[in-house]
């Protein structure tokens, strides 16, 4: 279809129609639209490249492939993108901003040494801090507020526990994986229903019959990766009561209450059940090392994060108990403001108040999406909803104030503190919003759909490749529930012309697509900045990304098994 055969009238508007094969051939239209990431990619892993002019550089690229290859109007590439980077300021880059406001604040007062040393009490193996806080505690923020928050959070306290940079931030990504397809109450479930017409119980209950398998094995993957199989194997009654305690009810809730309250509820009894476990059981050998067991320079590269003020607050040696409890205050009060902030009725009562719904002129509704994505032709709604009150991000930013103003700072101090930490994250927000820029502009030029389409013609083999398909969409934009959004639709299609459960197929888009969570650029920077080791995104991308690719064909594997051995099989229909 040419660029002149691609404009459909819409009363006096003129619509453009995407182009999911411009060449007329089907290898070069996916050679072709798969550059922009390629090249991002190629550029972090590099290390040469600093992250964000990767990202501004892969941005002027997909705006290049999208106008003079698939033949979208430049102005509408140009609103595309700047689109994009309205939205990858808000939320994204929102949230990890605030996070790390509140880090470098307990950070001046001391307390989260305090925190650090509390949870060293606990336990000072360090494979049992990394079950404990990247996976359990970071479950916990995936289920409430997803969207960067369990990276942010985790990232920060491993580093500030004495993890190396690398072990801190490729270890928060690769254990933010089995509770993504549930994040942020379940939006990724929630997305999938709205394109595909199926129930959001039913597609809830169908990835729950998938990632429980991954739940346990995520756990034993983290801790072999950290300390190799030998030191894997000398805790695996504590690493299989974390993964057990989360998988099981990750299953029940899934299939038998609600898709939304899946990871908060499997988070808090497997965090209960892990810390209830060290008080009766202690390895025989301790972890004390903070590297990873392969090869890790990257303890010589770290960074310590620097005093917001004069420095921080001496921190007593032997910290009571009352210091202990003081120390987690503001770590509690976010858990419980995100918590709340991520609730249906909270939304439903500020964002009727507190939004500003602003329509993209020259975009929203000007790009429509033809078959075989969609069924019928649909427009490509373009409206920046800026629903400041309901956003993670904000309610981060309430918790910092609150917890600022109890740890004593003045609200002078606090104004000055968040602007210096704007300056601080200065490149970490240009990479984020380029990133988003890319990853809507694909969607609205039709880039990722043209990828997606060669996934969807592997014949037999579509239930492995289908799920890949998620994986892909989930590493192209960062998220699950966008992911869900552009290819769940052509899941339904697909699997329907080929025989194969349609509600399946839909499931492992969400399922397959939390694998790709870990390499997706915006959560490598995420990592990168939450562990102050932003400059150092190729070395992250390089560590996760086989790891990525691995568990990702795992995922298609069961998938297979799912779709056509009759065991399997029965998971679905019943």
């Given at each position: 279809?040419?660029?002149?055969?691609?404009?459909?009238?819409?009363?006096?508007?003129?619509?453009?129609?995407?182009?999911?094969n411009?060449?007329?051939?089907?290898?070069?239209?996916t050679i072709?639209?798969?550059?922009p990431?390629?090249?991002?990619?190629a550029?972090i892993?590099?290390?040469?490249?600093k992250?964000?002019?990767?990202?501004?550089?892969?941005?002027?690229?997909?705006i290049?492939?999208s106008?003079?290859?698939?033949?979208?109007?430049?102005?509408?590439?140009?609103?595309?993108?700047?689109?994009?980077v309205?939205?990858?300021?808000?939320?994204?880059?929102?949230?990890?901003l605030?996070?790390?406001?509140?880090?470098?604040l307990?950070?001046?007062r001391?307390w989260?040494?305090?925190?650090?040393?509390?949870v060293?009490?606990?336990?000072?193996?360090?494979?049992?801090?990394?079950?404990?806080v990247?996976?359990?505690f970071g479950?916990?923020?995936?289920?409430?507020?997803g969207?960067g928050?369990p990276?942010?959070?985790?990232?920060?306290?491993?580093?500030g526990?004495?993890?190396?940079?690398l072990?801190?931030?490729?270890?928060?990504?690769?254990?933010?994986?089995?509770?993504?397809?549930?994040?942020?109450?379940?939006?990724?479930?929630?997305?999938?229903?709205?394109?595909?017409?199926?129930?959001?119980?039913?597609?809830g209950?169908?990835?729950?019959?998938?990632?429980?398998?991954?739940?346990?094995?995520?756990?034993?993957?983290?801790i072999?990766?950290?300390?190799?199989f030998?030191?894997?194997?000398?805790?695996?009654?504590?690493?299989?009561?974390?993964?057990?305690?989360?998988?099981?009810?990750?299953?029940?809730?899934?299939?038998?209450?609600?898709?939304?309250?899946?990871?908060?509820?499997?988070?808090?009894?497997s965090?209960?059940?892990?810390?209830?476990?060290?008080?009766?059981?202690?390895?025989?050998?301790?972890?004390?090392?903070?590297?990873?067991?392969?090869?890790?320079?990257?303890?010589d590269t770290?960074?310590?994060?620097?005093?917001?003020?004069?420095?921080?607050?001496?921190?007593?040696?032997?910290?009571?108990?009352?210091?202990?409890?003081?120390?987690?205050?503001?770590?509690?009060?976010?858990?419980?403001?995100?918590?709340?902030?991520?609730?249906?009725?909270?939304?439903?009562?500020?964002?009727?108040?507190?939004?500003?719904?602003?329509?993209?002129?020259?975009?929203h509704?000007?790009?429509?999406?033809?078959?075989?994505?969609?069924a019928?032709?649909?427009?490509?709604?373009?409206?920046?909803?800026?629903?400041?009150?309901?956003?993670t991000?904000?309610?981060?930013?309430?918790?910092?104030i609150?917890?600022?103003?109890?740890?004593?700072?003045?609200?002078?101090?606090?104004?000055?503190?968040?602007?210096?930490t704007?300056?601080?994250?200065?490149?970490?927000?240009?990479?984020?919003?380029?990133?988003l820029?890319i990853?809507?502009?694909?969607?609205?030029?039709?880039?990722?759909?043209t990828?997606?389409?060669?996934?969807?013609?592997?014949?037999?083999?579509?239930?492995?490749?289908?799920?890949?398909?998620?994986?892909l969409?989930?590493?192209?934009?960062?998220?699950?529930t966008?992911?869900?959004?552009?290819?769940?639709?052509?899941?339904?299609?697909t699997?329907?012309?080929?025989?194969?459960?349609?509600?399946?197929?839909?499931?492992?888009?969400?399922?397959?697509?939390?694998?790709?969570?870990?390499?997706?650029?915006?959560?490598?920077?995420?990592?990168?900045?939450a562990?102050?080791?932003?400059?150092?995104?190729?070395s992250?991308?390089?560590?996760?990304?086989?790891?990525?690719?691995?568990?990702?064909?795992?995922?298609?594997?069961?998938?297979?098994?799912?779709?056509?051995?009759?065991?399997?099989?029965?998971?679905?229909?019943?």
């Amino acid at each position: 279809m040419g660029a002149s055969q691609s404009w459909r009238g819409q009363g006096k508007k003129l619509m453009w129609s995407q182009v999911y094969n411009p060449f007329g051939n089907a290898t070069l239209s996916t050679i072709a639209a798969a550059i922009p990431v390629v090249l991002l990619l190629a550029m972090i892993a590099s290390g040469k490249v600093k992250a964000h002019i990767a990202a501004v550089i892969a941005l002027l690229a997909a705006i290049a492939v999208s106008i003079f290859l698939f033949t979208m109007p430049a102005g509408l590439a140009t609103r595309a993108a700047l689109f994009g980077v309205a939205t990858g300021m808000f939320p994204i880059g929102w949230i990890i901003l605030n996070v790390i406001f509140l880090y470098r604040l307990t950070v001046e007062r001391g307390w989260f040494a305090t925190l650090q040393q509390s949870v060293g009490d606990l336990t000072t193996d360090r494979r049992l801090q990394l079950l404990l806080v990247a996976f359990s505690f970071g479950a916990f923020f995936e289920g409430a507020g997803g969207f960067g928050t369990p990276v942010a959070v985790t990232g920060a306290i491993l580093i500030g526990l004495g993890f190396s940079p690398l072990a801190a931030s490729g270890l928060s990504l690769i254990a933010n994986t089995a509770p993504v397809a549930y994040g942020a109450l379940g939006a990724p479930i929630q997305g999938l229903a709205s394109v595909t017409g199926f129930d959001p119980y039913v597609l809830g209950a169908m990835v729950g019959r998938q990632l429980p398998f991954f739940s346990v094995i995520v756990p034993f993957w983290l801790i072999w990766v950290f300390a190799g199989f030998r030191g894997m194997l000398q805790i695996w009654p504590a690493i299989l009561v974390c993964a057990v305690s989360f998988a099981i009810p990750q299953f029940l809730i899934s299939n038998y209450i609600n898709p939304w309250i899946v990871d908060i509820g499997a988070s808090l009894i497997s965090m209960a059940c892990l810390v209830g476990f060290m008080r009766i059981w202690r390895p025989r050998e301790i972890w004390t090392s903070p590297a990873l067991r392969t090869r890790d320079i990257s303890a010589d590269t770290i960074v310590r994060p620097a005093p917001l003020g004069a420095g921080a607050a001496n921190v007593s040696p032997n910290p009571s108990r009352s210091e202990v409890i003081r120390a987690w205050v503001p770590w509690i009060i976010l858990s419980i403001i995100v918590a709340i902030w991520g609730t249906g009725w909270f939304k439903a009562l500020v964002n009727p108040i507190f939004t500003w719904n602003y329509p993209v002129p020259g975009l929203h509704n000007m790009v429509q999406k033809v078959a075989p994505i969609v069924a019928t032709p649909t427009a490509e709604p373009a409206v920046f909803a800026f629903t400041y009150m309901s956003y993670t991000g904000t309610g981060v930013l309430i918790a910092a104030i609150i917890a600022g103003f109890v740890m004593g700072f003045s609200p002078l101090r606090l104004v000055t503190a968040w602007f210096e930490t704007i300056w601080v994250l200065r490149y970490s927000l240009i990479t984020i919003a380029a990133m988003l820029a890319i990853g809507t502009l694909t969607r609205f030029s039709g880039v990722d759909a043209t990828l997606g389409l060669a996934f969807a013609g592997t014949g037999i083999l579509y239930p492995f490749f289908g799920t890949l398909l998620g994986w892909l969409g989930v590493a192209l934009t960062g998220s699950d529930t966008a992911s869900n959004v552009l290819f769940g639709g052509l899941q339904r299609i697909t699997s329907e012309q080929l025989g194969l459960s349609p509600i399946l197929m839909a499931a492992a888009n969400s399922s397959g697509g939390v694998m790709g969570k870990m390499i997706d650029a915006q959560s490598i920077v995420v990592a990168s900045t939450a562990t102050n080791w932003f400059g150092h995104e190729g070395s992250i991308l390089r560590f996760v990304f086989w790891h990525s690719i691995v568990l990702a064909c795992l995922v298609g594997g069961l998938v297979m098994l799912q779709a056509y051995v009759s065991p399997f099989t029965n998971m679905v229909l019943h």
